[in-house]
């Protein structure tokens, strides 16, 4: 596995600029930490920020995560929770660049002209069977709801 450094300890460095369709621009920074210099430059400052990082984006996830069966928008706090740490943590930045790209090539698939047919003509026939679904049971039940509820 290449870890891009050939010396004991190295650590790996992405470059700062990206290549989109033969162009290369800046517009996603490196990896790594985004805090400001002063807190960079003091080990215990720096770990102290990194922790507080951690909490936040820890503490922002765990509410989208209790959102997903509750009412809210669950992933849309929880991506919000890993781009907090994403603002600090490498592994996080890594999970967001992968899921933006993700998300990305489905929106490309969703766009094609066959899968938007495809899926118009599945949600077509599948109202189809739903309204013939209904018209059953309304022919064989009638208006009447089936608890009967009766005045009291």
């Known amino acids: 596995m290449n870890t891009g450094s050939n010396e004991p300890g190295g650590v790996a460095v992405a470059s700062n600029e990206t290549e989109v369709d033969g162009v290369k621009g800046d517009s996603e920074q490196g990896l790594g930490s985004r805090a400001p210099e002063f807190i960079k430059a003091r080990r215990v400052l720096h770990l102290s920020w990194q922790v507080g990082v951690f909490i936040i984006g820890l503490a922002i996830v ?24 994403a603002t600090e943590f490498v592994w996080a930045q890594l999970v967001l660049r992968w899921t933006k790209r993700k998300v990305t090539e489905a929106a490309q698939r969703a766009l ?41």
């Open 112 to 152: 094609d002209p066959k899968v938007r047919r495809r899926n118009i003509i599945l949600t077509s026939i599948g109202l189809v069977i739903v309204g013939v679904l209904v018209g059953i049971y309304l022919w064989k039940f009638g208006i009447v709801m089936p608890w009967k509820i009766k005045d009291q």
């Open 62 to 85: 765990v509410a989208g995560i209790i959102m997903l069966p509750l009412p809210g928008p669950g992933w849309v706090v929880i991506f919000g929770g890993m781009a907090v740490w």
